[in-house]
Structure formats: C-alpha cells, structure tokens
C-alpha cells in the first residue's frame, strides 16, 4: 500500500517545503535525457536523420526489433485520470500529475525502469481504454493508477484483454500482494493455515477486492471471508450500495456490523479510513488476532492502541514510523521488472502469486548488516515485528524480479526466455549502483555506530552560529539524528535567527559564546602553548580564541566537541588555518582535500583538491593512504591511481614523481591495491588497463585518484561538479588529527548536511580508535 511516510520537518509549514521543492530550478520532478552520445555532428546523424532510418526499417521488417532499437522493453506508462488520488480523492488528473510523476521516480529508483506519466482527461470506461489501448506501440507496459472503483476493475479487465503488453492496476494488486506476503507469514508465526482462516475485511474497493482475491489464491476459503463497506456487512440479499464486484463477496452471515463480524475472527484487513477499529472489537478476535490496519494516511486502529486491547496482535500498517510497513513499493518496481525483461504480454496471476512468495521467503532470511545499516543499525529479525522486508531492502529486486520472470515463462505469457539465471541477478544488482545510497549509507553508518555507544551522538561544533544555511541544514541533520549541534555566537541573536527562519527543532540546540565559555582562559593558555614559538605572544592568543574559528577549533582539540565544520561565510584558506594551527595534523598526516564524485554506477575519489600546491612524491603518498582510508569508513576495497600524464613512463618530472609516489605507498601499505603513474582515462577504465597494460596489480578500475598537483584536481572536480552527470560532495580535510572539516562558501544546504554527515562519520571512527588505543 503507498502510504504515507512520518516526516517532522521542524517547521510550521511543510506544503510550502513541498511546493518549493516541485518548484524549484526545473519544474516537476523528472527530466527526459539521452541514453547515447549526442555531442558531435557524427552522433546527431546516428540519432537522427539519416541514420535513424536503419532501426526503422528493420523494426518494419520485424516488429519485434523495436525493443532492440527502442527504449520500448524498459519504459512503462503510469496512468491516471485523478478520480481516486491517494488521499485526496477525485481532484483531477492534471492535480493528480505529481503524484504519477513520483510513481514515475520510485519505478527509476527502485528497478531501472524509465516511466512517462501520462493524464487523461476521461471519466467514462470506454473514452478511458480507447485513450490507453492505442499507445501500445510506444510502451513495454502500463500502471493504472489512482482511478476509482469500480470502473477501475472494468477498464483492467478490458485493457488486458485488449492489449499485448503488461496491465497492471497497481492500486489494487500491489497492496494484495505485499499483504498477502505478510498474512503468509503471521500465519507461520501463529500456526494458522489459511483455509481455517476466518477474515474480515474493511473496506470494498480497489484495494480490498484484489486483497481478498489474493488471499482466496494463496488458500483462504471464500466462504470465511466476511467484506464490509461504509454500510457494514455485504450479505446475501442486500441491495443498497451493491455492485457485481461487491457481490462477489457477499456473505451467508447473520452479522450485519463490523463489530459482530469480527467476533471469532483470525483476521482483521483495512482498507478504509482511520479509527474505523475500536479496541473494544478486537476484545472478541480470536488467539493471536492477525490486525493489517492499512488506510492511509491513519491506520484503522495504530498499533500502541491495539496493543494495550489485545497484547497478542500481529500488527501491520502502511506507516513506516510501525514495524511491518505495507508498502507497495515492495511489489510493482520488481514485477515489471521481471514482466519487461520476459517481454511478458501480462501480469497474471501466476506472476503475483510468484511475487508473493518471494517477499514471504525473502522476510524469513537472515538480514545481512548491510541491510540493517540503512536502517541506522537496526536489527531485524522474522517474528511479529518483521513479517516482510523493509522497503529500502536492495535485495527485494534481486529475489522478486527472477520469480516473477520464471512464472512469467512458466505460464506462458514471456515472449523473450532468460537462459542464465545467474547473468540475470548480476544484470539486476548492476542497476543499484553506490552513488544512489552513498549519502544514505553515510547517515545509515552514522547511526549505527551511535546505537553501538549507546545512542551517544557525535557533538559537532559550528563557528557560524547564524547563518541561515547552517541553521536550515541543523534543521534536517537533528531530524535526522547524525549530531549533537554546537553553535557559536550570541545566544540571543542565534535564537532570534533560528525564530525567524522559524526551526523549532533547533530551540534546544546548545549555543555557546566563546569569551563567555567556563574554559575560554585554559584554551587561550592552550593556544598560546602551541603557537608561542611561532610568533603569538598572550595577548594575540587571546585575542583569536574570542575568533569563533579558533574557539571551535581548540574544543575539538580539548575534547569539548568531537568535530567541526566551518567555512560557509570566509575563505577556504582563512577557515582552514585555525584548524591546522590548533587541531594540527596527526604524526604522518598532512594536510590535504578530497571529493567524492558520484556517477551511476560508482563513486571515485579525488586527492588533494584543496591544500597543497605541488606536493612531493613522499606527500603524494601520504595523501594516497589517507583517502584510501577514509574509503575504507564505508567498507570498500581502495584502488588507488597515482595520476600524471603518462602510462608507466616513469618520465623527469611528473610521471617521475608520482611513480615514486606509488611505490612509498606500497612500501607502507602492502596490501593496499595502489598503481601508478598514469593517465585518468586508464585509471578509472579497466578494458583500457586490461587490453593495453596487463601487467598492473590495479584491477576493477580505480576508486581514489591522487592528482599530481593543486591544478589538475582543482581543474579537474570542478569541471566535473559543473558539466559532468556526476555529483561532487566535498571538499573533506585528511589528515587532521580530529574531524574538522571547510565548506566551500558556494555551498549550498544539502552540501553542508553532506558535510556534516562525513564529518559526523569519521568523528565516530577517530574516537572509536582512540579508545582502541588507550586514549582520552
């Protein structure tokens, strides 16, 4: 079931968040762009006119080519007329056009898929169809949806019948589905079996007819299903508010309310509207009551008070904020993908039915930490609590996409066979590259490292207590739980700031005004000790300790915060002295920048983009060790690249230089995976380095590329961060001995939570070594 997701966005007014978000830069929330090269005269004749003639007459030869020379196999229509958009009812389709546009999103980030979202101004069965049936050329499938019952059941049933491509109503299936998956397992849990099963559901529309159909396929007896509507029980002989739909389900009862219906049941399935179950009804369920509560955006009965009525209740609901989220999210993404890569002509019953045993079995495997860390650490384990996989399990495309293919070609609906099943999953785990959870991952490790401390959060300090872009990312990383926020300024001028930019979430945040610190003398006397032989006497101390800068920088020194991050409003060079005059660098450290560049695939790299001018092949090494380290926080293998112009020429100069460079790095790290010198297109291709440089230890391509100089990656992330399809996060400093980081003063918000969550993650790992090794 889509429902909705908890979210406290620490201001008054989260529709005018939403509508800035849609609106902002390009407006909506997709874009169309090319799949090939299109940048030379060369390319446009390939695309177009005349290259573009050959696929046409081959595909007129044979239609079955289109899917070779087309996006047809991978590109699914989401369609609506916005006469039941999820919570909000009949309010057209050009309203309704966000959320197909988001429907479009989840297909893209969950299986691959490319979406157009297509709205039709039709109300009637037949205008409807006709609209849908005559885009079968252009589409590998078709998602209804948010289209009221019951001409939503009609125009399904036509549509499938009418079309040679995939149709599927996911407003009614995916909920079956999902839930079917769940009632599969609670019935494990309870020693239940399903045709014992006695059931109600409440509710009748889309959702609910497909569910109880589902649970009839999957073993329950139609005769132990009781359905109700606005009305109350749909009997045998009742006539008022009836439809052939809703007689399907019409019961030999003497119940006539939802509260006698309930009496003795095993089950109770809602798909109606909030506090439509009472703690009073659930009193008279059977042992081990089954409760899935899934209207949206209220469950029926939320589970603390089902819970307090009935103790032992399995409960599901469609929040993510309760255990046992019933999301269809879980269901359409991996079934069409399965159909699209079978060139399936339906989504059958077979199909859904495969899905659904999938998500069963998958639920009852041991959860790897990978999984759990997405979910800041939390465990999971089969039982009352976990009776199907969370929504951001990656391996829920992995098992459902393959059952769904195979029941696909069983039954006779896949016109394309997959022969190697395990090329298959491979093709399919390819599509979830690193750069779509890297930050999320992050935050993820983040707080499972603080459950690890007992919930302690890393105490990040931020000298720029006013400004409005730190403030308003505070607002997301305390939501998010990745620090404990220390501002410095006037108490009073940092309140009236977060006031006026209203962020309650920030009222209790810990503000601090360096010369009215208990310990602003000791850190003058701390600073002076440092810098007394370089040119500061006491009173120039004192004066930069009243530098918020300096201040920030001494309590990570003086342990009073674990990390800092500064720079949004100076210099990258004035942010950066304090700290190395204070904080300095560890015995083997030295100073350096690093960027993470996110493509699709793959995250890389890049050494150092800030500090030093033209380091020595002895630096070059050290800045190698400690990007490959800060790598190794996320659990990936480093291959590093030592870059210069040249391959493996060890020529005067650069390539000299950086050649020298690789081999000090693996004189102090033998293990470490680390070549050079070479060219970037070398380093970071393997077919380049496999055909023409086989002799090298570096395999798989580099991930760390160490620069020979402050211009070539300073050139080089910049480019990439303004024309490349990549995403730049950084820049981060290395090699400090405590976790300080410099915001670039074009930062923007979401760059200063990205900081943040980094600074927040390695913070953790210095203290967690400190600790190791004996220190305070």
Known sequence: METKTETKTGTTNFDQEALLYHQQGKPGKIEVISSKPCATEKDLSLAYSPGVAAPCKAIAKDPAKVYDYTAKGNLVAVISNGTAVLGLGNIGPAAGKPVMEGKGILFKQFAGIDVFDIEVAATDVDTFCNAVRVLEPTFGGINLEDIKAPECFEIEERLKKEMNIPVFHDDQHGTA?????????????????????????????????????????????????????????????????????????????????????????????????????????????????????????EPEITPDKARAARPDAIIATGRSDYPNQVNNVLGFPSIFRGALDTRSTQINEEMKLAAVHALAKLARMDVPDKVSATYGGKSFKFGRDYLIPKPFDTRVLLWVAPEVAKAAMKSGVATRAIEDWDQYRESLEAQQGPSKVFIRSAINRVHQN?????????????????????????????????????????????????????????????????????????????????????????????????????????????????????????????????????????????????????????????ADTTVNFNPSAEQCAQIALQAAKIVEYFGIEPRVAMLSYSNFSGAEGTPRKMKKAAEIARTLRPDLMIEGDMQADTAVNPEIMERLFPFSGLKGGANVLVFPNLESSNIAYKLIQQIGKAEVIGPFLTGVRRSANVLQRTTTVDGIVNSVVFTALEAQFIKDALKARGKK
Request: proline share 5%; glycine share 8%; charged share 20%.
């Open 177 to 297: 589905i999902v839930s079917g998956a769940a009632l599969l397992n609670a019935c494990s849990i309870t020693n239940r079996k399903m045709e014992d099963m006695r059931i109600v559901v409440n509710g009748a529309g889309a959702s609910a007819n497909s569910c109880a159909k589902i649970f009839i396929a999957l073993g329950a007896r139609r005769e132990n299903i009781i359905m109700c509507d606005s009305q109350g029980v749909i009997y045998k002989g009742r006539t008022a508010g009836m439809n052939k739909y809703k007689e399907y389900f019409a019961s030999e009862t003497e119940a006539r309310t939802l509260t006698e219906a309930l009496r003795g049941a095993d089950v109770f399935v809602g798909l109606s509207v909030a506090g439509a179950l009472t703690p009073e009804m659930l009193k008279d369920m059977a042992k081990d009551p089954i409760i899935f509560a899934m209207a949206n955006p």
């Open 450 to 606: 603080s459950e690890a401390n007992g919930g302690e959060l890393p105490r990040i300090v931020f000298p720029e207590g006013t400004s409005t872009k730190v403030l308003k990312a505070l607002a997301t990383l305390v939501e998010e739980r990745i620090c404990q926020p220390i501002l410095l300024g006037y108490p009073e001028r940092v309140k009236e700031k977060i006031k006026a930019l209203d962020i309650p979430l920030l009222n209790d945040v810990q503000i601090v005004h360096p010369s009215s610190h208990p310990k602003y003398f000791s850190f003058v006397e701390k600073l002076y000790s440092l810098r007394q032989r370089k040119g500061i006497n006491l009173g120039e101390a004192e004066r930069l300790m009243a530098d918020p800068n300096y201040f920030a920088a001494m309590m990570v020194n003086m342990g009073e915060a674990d990390g800092m991050v500064s720079g949004s409003s100076i210099n990258y060079a004035d942010a950066v002295r304090p700290i190395l005059q204070t904080i300095g660098t560890y015995k083997e450290g030295i100073p350096a920048g690093l960027n993470f560049v996110l493509l699709e695939d793959k995250f890389l790299v890049l």
